[in-house]
């Protein structure tokens, strides 16, 4: 067995732990200097690797490959010709020029059992450096002590994130991905890293990124565990409606919690139109609609799309700049092609039938579209499209997932082959 590739996690590594770096050196140039190094070796590395050997290998074949690349190609196409900020712009820039490189990496750690140990240790060390930097945050808001979040950041406990819906969204896809593929980590490991897992999202308090969460963790549970999952979001759910009954305390950290835990309350009286973030959300995916006809190329500028949305009426001011989906800011800044490249991605790569039962590649397809509308804006977190990608490897990573309903477990189909080779011409 050989070892999984060294340029491959660390690359990985460098791409999760971007974020986490800025957070707690306060440092950002060293960070977005130690992932431009990684780009530019692991990149030169599959090259030359590539050369010598006349073969490279991915997962998917072609078909997948391909539309990781269309969209790759169009993202990096209109960030470059975009005129506006130059900050901005890197951001958006890359995510997409790391696509292919994220995908490869991935593919070869899900080569080994070895490969997909390092990804599943590197993901629990990540999100124990989250909740770690989250408590420093809660710590300084609270007491005065701890970790700021900087100036860049929102008055909210963001972790490393500038949001903590980034933050959770993040979070949320990892732990999908973690709990399909590492059944066969110790029963330490797992627990420290759920244990992380709802610490960070009962923190940060998305109601989308815990309803994932849960969902996710209910369909791998038999009756006997369902039934206790079913208990503690009673007691949850009591403890949420018993926390909406408190008056606002005038601390804006703690106050941004009571708000969510009291429109859980309000939600469950008045229905979705009572919440604020939900409705503002919802006139933005009624006013996308009603645009689509007048999509065609989009409008090529990052966060300026007044073209379509001009003459909305939105509550919350902005959504006409974030338009809080990704599918829907694909649309106003790339247009159709943007929306066509996206559409295929999500088809080729979370639908192919080595993702598993029909009931699994929906599940996958579904998480995926939520937690992209979690954010104010999806594109521009390289860690976030890591997580989007390591969903499509579910079937390459052939983890020994027993899920009550999807049928045998994936660990009496281990012998099939999950990479295949291509021959580069």
Same mark, same amino acid.
């Given at each position: 067995?050989?070892?999984?590739p060294?340029?491959?996690?660390?690359?990985?590594a460098?791409?999760?732990?971007?974020?986490?770096?800025?957070?707690?050196?306060?440092?950002? @140039?060293?960070?977005?200097a130690?992932?431009?190094?990684?780009?530019?070796?692991?990149?030169?590395?599959?090259? +030359?690797?590539?050369?010598?050997?006349?073969?490279?290998?991915?997962?998917?074949?072609?078909?997948?490959?391909?539309?990781?690349?269309?969209?790759?190609?169009?993202?990096v196409?209109?960030a470059?010709?975009?005129?506006?900020?130059?900050v901005?712009?890197?951001?958006?820039?890359?995510?997409?020029?790391?696509?292919?490189?994220?995908?490869?990496?991935?593919?070869?750690?899900?080569?080994?059992?070895?490969?997909?140990?390092?990804?599943?240790?590197?993901l629990?060390?990540?999100?124990l450096?989250?909740?770690?930097?989250?408590?420093?945050?809660?710590?300084?808001?609270?007491?005065?002590?701890g970790?700021?979040?900087?100036e860049?950041?929102?008055?909210?406990?963001?972790?490393s994130?500038?949001?903590?819906?980034?933050?959770a969204?993040?979070?949320?896809?990892?732990s999908i991905?973690?709990?399909?593929?590492?059944?066969?980590?110790?029963?330490?490991?797992r627990?420290?890293?759920?244990?992380?897992v709802i610490?960070?999202?009962?923190?940060?308090?998305?109601?989308l990124?815990?309803?994932?969460?849960?969902?996710?963790r209910?369909?791998t549970?038999?009756?006997?565990?369902?039934?206790?999952?079913?208990?503690?979001l009673?007691?949850?759910?009591?403890?949420?409606?018993?926390?909406?009954?408190?008056?606002?305390?005038?601390?804006?950290?703690?106050?941004?919690s009571?708000?969510? @835990?009291?429109?859980?309350?309000?939600?469950?009286?008045?229905?979705?139109?009572?919440?604020?973030?939900?409705?503002?959300?919802s006139?933005?995916?009624?006013?996308?609609?009603?645009?689509?006809?007048?999509?065609?190329?989009?409008?090529?500028?990052?966060?300026?799309?007044?073209?379509?949305t001009?003459?909305?009426?939105?509550d919350?001011? @902005?959504?006409?700049?974030n338009?809080?989906?990704?599918?829907?800011?694909?649309?106003?800044?790339m247009?159709?092609p943007g929306?066509?490249?996206?559409?295929?991605?999500?088809?080729?790569?979370?639908?192919?039938?080595?993702?598993g039962?029909?009931?699994?590649?929906?599940?996958?397809? +579904?998480?995926?579209?939520? @937690?992209?509308?979690?954010?104010?804006s999806?594109?521009?977190?390289?860690?976030l499209?890591?997580?989007?990608?390591?969903?499509g490897?579910?079937?390459?990573?052939?983890?020994?997932?027993?899920?009550?309903?999807?049928?045998?477990?994936?660990?009496?189909?281990?012998v099939?082959?999950t990479?295949?080779?291509?021959?580069?011409?």
């Amino acid at each position: 067995m050989r070892h999984a590739p060294r340029s491959a996690w660390l690359f990985i590594a460098i791409v999760l732990f971007h974020a986490p770096t800025i957070a707690l050196s306060g440092v950002a @140039a060293l960070a977005h200097a130690l992932l431009g190094l990684a780009l530019l070796l692991y990149g030169g590395a599959l090259v +030359l690797r590539a050369l010598m050997t006349g073969r490279v290998a991915w997962v998917g074949g072609l078909p997948t490959f391909a539309a990781v690349w269309l969209l790759c190609g169009l993202g990096v196409l209109y960030a470059l010709v975009d005129s506006g900020n130059f900050v901005v712009k890197m951001k958006f820039l890359a995510p997409f020029a790391m696509l292919p490189l994220m995908w490869a990496a991935c593919s070869e750690l899900a080569t080994t059992a070895n490969g997909r140990r390092v990804m599943s240790r590197l993901l629990l060390l990540y999100v124990l450096v989250e909740l770690f930097i989250v408590l420093l945050q809660a710590a300084y808001f609270l007491v005065g002590v701890g970790l700021p979040p900087g100036e860049l950041y929102e008055s909210m406990i963001p972790g490393s994130q500038f949001n903590g819906n980034n933050l959770a969204t993040i979070v949320v896809l990892l732990s999908i991905f973690y709990n399909a593929t590492s059944d066969d980590a110790l029963r330490v490991e797992r627990f420290l890293f759920h244990v992380a897992v709802i610490s960070i999202l009962v923190i940060m308090f998305s109601r989308l990124a815990l309803l994932l969460y849960t969902a996710d963790r209910l369909r791998t549970m038999n009756w006997r565990q369902t039934a206790r999952i079913g208990a503690t979001l009673l007691a949850l759910a009591a403890a949420s409606f018993a926390i909406s009954q408190i008056d606002y305390t005038g601390n804006a950290t703690i106050d941004a919690s009571l708000y969510k @835990a009291k429109s859980l309350a309000t939600i469950a009286e008045m229905g979705f139109d009572a919440d604020s973030s939900t409705s503002s959300r919802s006139q933005s995916y009624r006013h996308f609609i009603e645009q689509l006809g007048q999509l065609g190329m989009g409008s090529a500028a990052i966060l300026n799309y007044a073209m379509f949305t001009s003459n909305a009426l939105f509550d919350d001011g @902005a959504l006409y700049v974030n338009p809080h989906s990704m599918v829907i800011e694909f649309g106003y800044w790339m247009g159709w092609p943007g929306l066509l490249a996206l559409g295929s991605f999500m088809l080729v790569v979370y639908l192919r039938p080595s993702q598993g039962s029909w009931a699994q590649r929906t599940f996958i397809l +579904l998480t995926v579209l939520i @937690a992209s509308s979690i954010p104010s804006s999806a594109i521009p977190l390289p860690s976030l499209w890591l997580g989007l990608l390591l969903l499509g490897m579910l079937g390459a990573f052939d983890p020994p997932l027993h899920v009550n309903t999807l049928g045998p477990s994936r660990a009496d189909h281990r012998v099939r082959p999950t990479i295949q080779s291509m021959q580069v011409r």
